[in-house]
């Protein structure tokens, strides 16, 4: 009999260990970040649809040199991309419940994708109007606003700060 007693006490400890965290992950948005997290959102589907269309080629320019430069395998980096970016863009505006953890991931997305702009820069490859070493440098400083933006914009970038405070 105790050892049920027992289960029943890690039970409720862990049912309200889950609850905590759920509520942890619904934190309150502003008026100004929900419109700040949909027009990030209407933007990443321009880019995604961009992507997968009438900027395809440009595209392509910012698929990091280091990576196989065959034109199928950096076609299908820029399809996948794409087709990932839409996601996003789609998460980000309809799956609220979900923003934290969306902001996180699309920030990790905007860590991920920036060697392409760095290599960009390093190789002097002109897509996007970018079209000198300056402006291309410029560009490169536009990533961490990216970042911030999908944190901040979802209140990924609260919740990380109450979690680095505890």
Known sequence: MRKNGNHIILFRKFASHTIKSMKIFNIKTSLFQKIARILLGFMMTFAGVAHLTFQRDEFQAQVPRWLP???AFMDFV?????VVE???SLSMVFL???KVKIGIALAIFYVLIFP???????N????FGLDTDRKR??????????ILWA???TSALKYLMNRLKN
């Open 69 to 71: 430069d065959s034109y």
């Open 78 to 82: 820029v399809i996948s991309s794409g």
């Open 86 to 88: 839409i996601l996003f």
């Open 96 to 98: 609220v419940k979900y």
């Open 116 to 122: 392409g702009n760095i290599s960009q820069y390093t």
């Open 124 to 127: 002097e490859i002109s897509a």
């Open 137 to 146: 440098l410029i560009r490169l400083f536009f990533q961490p606003v990216l």
């Open 151 to 153: 944190l901040w914009s």
